[in-house]
């Protein structure tokens, strides 16, 4: 297998993730070498540096002179929501096709630049998406597919935890979760897009008519925390709505990064013969992004997802069956035997290197920058609906979404200037 030679941007927290993913994909016969980093802090570019092996003349503190380079196949964004426009177009300007973290942007307007930046630049791009990279999604999809469940008429959109703003409840995140410049958001960007994403994707992409929506950020703060981590003002900690899509089907979102409670529910898709209910949703990346006798980054566990299919048969019995779905039980271990090629169904990065390599075309994978756009549209409906006192109309979204991606970073060295597209709404 050809060498695919990756450069990565931010060395942040999830850029250990991909390195795990990496490291994990060489040992089954990839044949990936990250050749470059950049990292606009010296000292955890060194560090990085000195835990991959990467040498001094391939580390970077500004990420432009890394991409004068003519020895990079692919460059992998792990910088944070506010700066993915920012720098995801900038990688694309320059003749690379770009892998970028979620959320896509930080608002609809962000996201669609990105997305338009493919075709403006000619250059393949990808969004970190994990929770529709494996069998619960795609068993829930074919099912709607099939009319397993009917006439689909309602789903629901659920994140919970009961303490849990990163950066604050967790300092081990970064605070530039928090912060409102380059965070932007709260829960129904960060957790959030891997649920909304989930039930939009598994419904076929409905077209969404309006949006009535809440953000609050009412939950327990302590000043003594507040001057530890610097908050200097506050970013949701939940954000709820309705949404309405053309034909009538409807979906409640309810996506919290902290409240008083134990059992909020979960994500389910409702139709008029049966119902499939989302267990363990996956939002750490699957069992490869599990480093070696370790927890994955974030500290969080492998998920395994699993399904029940609630309904009711030709003799009005009611049946409630669950469907495993994790990809390292035997059901996911005899999918792959019986199909290998689903293998790069099974994970983000995965997918993006078959995608590179040309075994997935446009057709074939996943379109998760087209799907990543469309949650950004959602949730910026959520968050207007939200400033504005009423719902939003879809047009509406279209007009008053903003551009608010860095168009100038300070950093050390100096300032970062942005040129990317002004949003233009249709
Ligand atoms: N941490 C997680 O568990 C996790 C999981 C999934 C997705 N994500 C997403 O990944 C993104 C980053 O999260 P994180 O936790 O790694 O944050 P982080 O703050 O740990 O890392 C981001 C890094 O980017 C660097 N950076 C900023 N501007 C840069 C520039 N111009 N050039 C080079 N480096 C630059 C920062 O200095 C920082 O080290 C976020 O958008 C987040 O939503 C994080």
């Given at each position: 297998m050809k060498e695919l030679r990756i450069a990565i941007i931010g060395c942040g927290m999830i850029s250990h993730r991909h390195m795990t993913v990496i490291r994990n994909l060489n040992n089954r016969g990839q044949n990936l070498k990250v050749v470059a980093a950049a990292e606009i802090d010296k000292e955890k570019l060194l560090a990085w540096g000195k835990q991959y092996g990467i040498a001094e003349e391939n580390r970077y503190t500004d990420f432009r002179e890394m991409l004068r380079r003519d020895d990079i196949d692919e460059v992998e964004v792990c910088v944070h929501n506010n700066l993915h426009t920012s720098v995801s177009t900038a990688v694309m300007a320059a003749g690379f096709p770009c892998y970028s973290e979620k959320p896509m942007?930080?608002?609809?307007?962000?996201?669609?630049?990105?997305?338009?930046?493919?075709?403006?630049?000619?250059?393949?791009?990808?969004?970190?998406?994990?929770?529709?990279?494996?069998?619960?999604t795609r068993i829930a999809k074919k099912m709607i597919e099939e009319g397993k469940l009917g006439k689909v008429y309602h789903a629901r959109s659920v994140g919970h935890r009961r303490q849990g703003r990163p950066g604050y409840d967790m300092p081990f995140f970064t605070q530039d979760f928090i912060s409102p410049t380059i965070g932007v958001h709260g829960p129904l960007f960060d957790l959030g897009i891997y649920h909304l994403a989930q039930m939009l994707y598994?419904?076929?992409?409905?077209?969404?008519?309006?949006?009535?929506?809440?953000?609050?950020?009412?939950?327990?703060?302590?000043?003594?925390?507040?001057?530890?981590?610097?908050?200097?003002?506050?970013?949701?900690?939940?954000?709820?709505?309705?949404?309405?899509?053309?034909?009538?089907?409807?979906?409640?979102?309810?996506?919290?990064?902290?409240?008083?409670?134990?059992e909020i529910g979960t994500s389910f898709i409702a139709g008029s013969n049966g119902a499939l209910k989302f267990l363990d949703v996956d939002t750490t990346g699957g069992p490869l992004a599990v480093p070696e006798?370790?927890?994955?980054?974030?500290?969080?566990?492998?998920?395994?997802?699993?399904?029940?299919?609630?309904?009711?048969?030709?003799?009005?019995?009611?049946?409630?069956?669950?469907?495993?779905?994790?990809?390292?039980?035997?059901?996911?271990?005899?999918?792959?035997?019986?199909?290998?090629?689903?293998?790069?169904?099974?994970?983000?990065?995965?997918?993006?290197y078959s995608y590179l390599r040309g075994d997935l075309t446009d057709e074939t994978r996943i379109d998760s920058p087209y799907i990543a756009m469309q949650t950004a549209f959602l949730s910026e409906g959520v968050v207007l609906s939200s400033e504005l006192g009423r719902s939003v109309t879809a047009d509406e979204i279209r007009q008053l979404s903003k551009s608010i991606a860095i168009r100038d970073q300070e950093t050390a060295f100096g300032t970062i200037h942005y040129d990317f597209d002004e949003y233009k709404p249709e």
């Open positions: 942007a930080a608002s609809y307007a962000d996201a669609k630049i990105l997305y338009d930046a493919q075709k403006k630049y000619g250059q393949k791009l990808a969004v970190q998406i994990s929770s529709i990279y494996n069998p619960q598994v419904l076929g992409m409905p077209e969404l008519e309006s949006v009535y929506g809440v953000q609050s950020c009412d939950y327990w703060t302590n000043p003594v925390i507040d001057k530890l981590v610097g908050r200097i003002a506050p970013v949701e900690d939940l954000g709820v709505g309705i949404a309405r899509f053309k034909g009538g089907l409807s979906m409640d979102i309810y996506e919290d990064w902290a409240i008083h409670m134990d006798g370790g927890d994955i980054v974030g500290g969080g566990k492998l998920q395994e997802p699993s399904l029940v299919w609630f309904g009711v048969d030709e003799e009005a019995r009611l049946f409630e069956t669950k469907l495993p779905c994790a990809i390292g039980d035997i059901t996911g271990q005899q999918e792959l035997l019986i199909n290998p090629e689903i293998a790069k169904y099974n994970d983000n990065q995965l997918q993006w």
